[in-house]
T-cell receptor, first 114, second 112 residues
């Protein structure tokens, strides 16, 4: 089945130690998104790629970066994780950016910062 | 800007009860509307969607109708099961923004 895959499912890192989360997709979608979801809250978009074009949300901290080396893969880099960055990180994809296009989510990576 | 308001949870129902989760929205432009479901420890799964006024989305016994006049997209199911226990998010997307704007989520707990 075509799908959105996230690795690892659980990640533990130390305060200030860089960490990278991975997302891959077999849907061949043009757009890939990273959302942050803190406990009992709605997901919040950090940024997205439309093909190779990177689009950052205005309130995303500089501590969060992303790379998309090819259509299938997208990475979330947290340069210096703080305790407040502990959250579930959700990757999503869509065929296009039009309003009617469905976003398909991966299972998420739960990040714990010690 | 865009916003979504969902009814507060948690909602606790007995199995086979009727479910309604209210969702209203404000949007610039003409939104598409979505319901996502999140099971414990998992990502979001699309439950249903509607892209224009009076459209009805349906899936797995859940339904929601896009009501432009009341700016609403209420989720309903005639007979809930224990396996429906999850958090339900109403969301919208307009042509002017790539992101989904989510409501705060409604936790549903179904008991035997």
């Amino acid at each position: 089945d075509a799908m959105v895959i996230q690795n690892p499912r659980y990640q533990v890192t130390q305060f200030g130690k860089p960490v990278t989360l991975s997302c891959s997709q077999t849907l061949n979608h043009n757009v890939m998104y990273w959302y942050q979801q803190k406990s009992s809250q709605a997901p919040k978009l950090l940024f997205h790629y439309y093909d190779k074009d990177f689009n950052n949300e205005a309130d995303t901290p500089d501590n969060f970066q992303s790379r998309r080396p090819n259509t299938s893969f997208c990475f979330l880099d947290i340069r210096s994780p703080g305790l407040g960055d502990a959250a579930m990180y959700l990757c999503a994809t869509s065929r296009g950016r039009e309003a009617q296009e469905t976003q398909y989510f991966g299972p998420g990576t739960r990040l714990l910062v010690l | 800007g865009n916003s979504v308001t969902q009814m507060e949870g948690p909602v606790t129902l007995s199995e086979e009860a009727f479910l309604t989760i209210n969702c209203t929205y404000t949007a610039t432009g003409y939104p598409s509307l979505f319901w996502y479901v999140q099971y414990p420890g998992e990502g979001l799964q699309l439950l249903l969607k509607a892209t224009k006024a009076d459209d009805k989305g349906s899936n797995k016994g859940f339904e929601a109708t896009y009501r432009k006049e009341t700016t609403s997209f209420h989720l309903e199911k005639g007979s809930v099961q224990v396996s429906d226990s999850a958090v339900y998010f109403c969301a919208l997307r307009t042509g002017t923004a790539s992101k989904l704007t989510f409501g705060t989520g409604t936790r549903l707990q179904v008991t035997l």
